[in-house]
C-alpha cells in the first residue's frame, strides 16, 4: 500500500476486493459504521478538551465540526 504526498493511505488490493463483493446495501452500513465510530471518537476528544462543558455544548460543537463550522 503506497501513501500519497497528503498523507492519506490508500485502500489495499484486498479490502478493494472484499468491497466489490459486498452489496450497495452492505457498503452503506460499513460507511455510515464509519461515520459514527469518527463521531464518537471526535465526541470524546470535544470532552476531553472541555471537560467542564454541558452535554449541550459538547452537541453543539460536535455538529459545527462536523458541518464544517457553518
Known amino acids: 500500500m503506497k501513501i ?3 498523507n492519506f493511505e490508500l485502500i489495499s488490493d484486498e479490502i478493494v476486493q ?3 463483493k459486498k452489496s450497495p446495501a452492505e457498503r452503506m ?5 464509519i461515520c459514527k465510530t469518527v463521531q464518537t471518537i471526535l465526541e470524546n476528544h470535544i470532552r ?3 471537560p467542564k462543558w454541558t452535554n449541550q455544548e459538547i452537541k453543539k460543537e460536535l455538529a459545527r465540526r462536523i458541518s ?3
Do not use: C, T, Y
Open 4 to 6: 500519497e504526498e497528503r
Open 18 to 20: 472484499v468491497l466489490k
Open 29 to 33: 452500513e460499513i460507511a455510515f459504521d
Open 48 to 50: 476531553f478538551l472541555h
Open 68 to 70: 464544517g463550522g457553518s
